[in-house]
């Protein structure tokens, strides 16, 4: 053998433990993606198999709104829409001043500031739920009740305020994130055609961000549909459709506030306990649907658009 | 020495009249400027006189200051973070600070085109679009202008039919001349090219400069490049910056001779410049 060939063997020999290792690599993060999927499988189809008492048992009024588990009545709407109204309300507040602080933030601030102000907001959103929830009830339940002279602040507005607030720098340092991913020099090429900073923004940023900006919303969504502990505090659990409907001073329940209540209370196996997972398993399916709907987004390409 | 939103904080030449008839002689009038980034400074008080028309070369070696010269032109730098300068550039015979408060207008009447072509993710014919925005225009008197600024830019032949095509569909050579296409349209008296042939192969490149040729033939082209061969083919103006000074100036018959200076000879012959 010569001493290239010698030198080539060595090399290959070398080669050999680094190309086991990226096998090795490779194979756990397959395993860790495989056993993910598994898991919510598997909670998915737990869920699915603990709510078929209450799908299969007959007379139980599931699609309506009257919620006594003494007399077999289990409707899931009055939760749901206080769900989707609670959501809808923290999304009115939180979107517009979430997107108009992160085009301040990215569009006129220095790197030095947005880095400061992103470190606050990241903090902010790491701060645990509960915490939120005992300031709502402890002010904004209060001052709520003051600004529209009701006896009680314990309502869906409460909330919804309250959840804009916990979401909004999720959506804020995310959006944040969208419109500064977009390159400087888009805003420099358009500034150099002499357009003006607010029509850099509308129609060169804003276009390429937006996908990225949907991404964050549907994200935060996700989040203040899940949240349990806040919302209970603040909502007034009552188990009736506001009257009227789209009232957000009246009492109301989430589906995640029905659930922190009533699961210590249902008996393992009951129809009752089965409802509340059925419930969850919708709560789940819309939260999954929310997910990969903004990994559908936060990842798609500004030219995809 | 101002700060990064242009304002000054020191003003290094008096409002003469004087002042005021020779930069009316020439399309730039850069005097006793020095160019920062934080507390380094890129260039060190330079002044220099770029004709109304003709192509003027900005050549040295990288990291002179050759770009941050040609971006305070239209002020774009102000856009770079702890950027700052000191001195007076008149641009059209109006200081770019007193003479611009609005400087989208000042930006108008230069056009600017930048090392990497950037298109925007839209139509080509959009993107044309995106420099008349501000002008009462009918459909038809945009259309017009814009293809003349596309056969200005030696690009109207290959795109005619797919106008409504993505930009992004071109290829880099045909996106920087649409680049530049997209500077054309708003008539420009000066246009600046930063290293516009950098990142695009030696075909398109050689398009690019007749097209620079072309246009150094009715305004002021102000070309940054470091390949001497280019600036060699189509300067009529060579300016020689190093380390963030002037080495010499003149006319490319003088720069590319025997009685150029020794820091400019040894840097055309050998491409180095030991500053």
């Known amino acids: 053998m010569s001493a290239t060939s010698a030198l080539k063997a060595k090399a290959l020999l070398k080669a050999k433990p680094a190309s086991k290792r990226r096998d090795a690599t490779k194979a756990y993060c397959q395993g860790s993606a495989v056993l993910s999927i598994v898991i919510v499988s598997v909670i998915l189809l737990t869920l699915l198999i603990q709510s078929l008492p209450v799908l299969m048992s007959g007379d139980n009024g599931l699609i309506g709104t009257q919620w006594n588990p003494d007399e077999g009545q289990f409707g899931i709407i009055a939760p749901l829409f206080g769900s989707v109204f609670v959501m809808i309300i923290a999304t009115v507040i939180a979107f517009p001043i979430g997107l108009l602080t992160a085009i301040y933030i990215s569009e006129t601030r220095s790197s030095k500031l947005r880095r400061l102000i992103k470190s606050i907001l990241e903090l902010l959103a790491g701060i645990p739920s509960i915490v939120y929830g005992l300031i709502g009830v402890a002010y904004l339940n209060i001052w709520v009740a003051d600004l529209f002279d009701l006896q009680s602040g314990r309502i869906i507005l409460t909330a919804g305020i309250l959840l804009g607030i916990m979401i909004l720098p999720t959506f804020l340092t995310l959006t944040e994130d969208a419109l500064s991913a977009v390159p400087q020099r888009y805003r420099e090429n358009a500034k150099s055609l002499g357009m003006y900073r607010h029509e850099v923004f509308k129609d060169i940023i804003f276009p390429q961000a937006k996908v990225g900006i949907a991404g964050a919303g549907l994200l935060a969504l996700g989040r203040a549909l899940g949240e349990t502990m806040a919302v209970m505090l603040v909502i007034g659990s009552l188990d009736r459709l506001p009257s009227p409907l789209f009232n957000p001073l009246s009492s109301g329940q989430t589906i995640t506030s029905k659930l922190g209540r009533e699961v210590g209370e249902s008996a393992f196996g009951s129809v009752h306990f089965s409802a509340l997972v059925f419930m969850s398993f919708i709560l789940v399916s819309i939260t999954i649907a929310l997910t990969i709907l903004s990994h559908y987004f936060l990842t798609r390409k500004p030219s995809d658009v | ?275």
């Open chain 2, 1 to 275: 020495m101002s700060d990064m939103h242009g304002k000054p904080q020191l003003a290094l030449v008096e409002n003469s009249a004087s002042a005021e008839a020779a930069a009316q002689a020439s399309a730039v009038q850069i005097r006793n400027f020095s160019a920062y980034y934080g507390k380094n400074c890129i260039i060190s008080d330079v002044s220099l006189d770029l004709p109304e028309k003709g192509v003027t070369c900005l050549l040295g070696p990288s990291g002179t200051g050759k770009s941050t010269l040609l971006r305070w032109i239209n002020r774009i730098n102000e856009e770079t973070e702890n950027a700052s300068f000191s001195g007076n550039i008149n641009v059209l015979g109006l200081d770019v600070l007193e003479g611009y408060p609005d400087v989208t207008e000042l930006r108008r009447r230069t056009g600017m085109v930048f090392q990497q072509p950037c298109v925007f993710p839209c139509s080509i014919y959009d993107n044309m679009l995106m420099g008349l925005r501000n002008r009462k225009l009918s459909k038809s008197e945009a259309r017009a202008i814009i293809e003349q600024s596309l056969k200005s830019a030696a690009i109207w032949d290959e795109i005619a039919h797919r106008l409504e095509d993505p930009a992004t569909s071109l290829s880099l050579g045909q996106q920087q001349r649409l680049c530049i296409a997209r500077a054309l349209v708003l008539k420009p008296s000066i246009l600046l090219l930063d290293e516009p042939t950098a990142s695009i192969d030696p075909v398109s490149s050689r398009a690019i400069e007749d097209l620079v040729i072309s246009l150094g033939e009715d305004i002021a082209v102000v070309m940054v490049t470091h390949n001497i061969a280019q600036t060699k083919r189509i300067s009529d103006h060579v300016i020689f910056l190093c380390d963030g000074k002037i080495v010499e100036q003149g006319t490319r018959k003088h720069m590319f001779s025997m009685r150029s200076c020794e820091k400019t000879r040894t840097y055309i012959t050998e491409e180095f410049c030991d500053c």
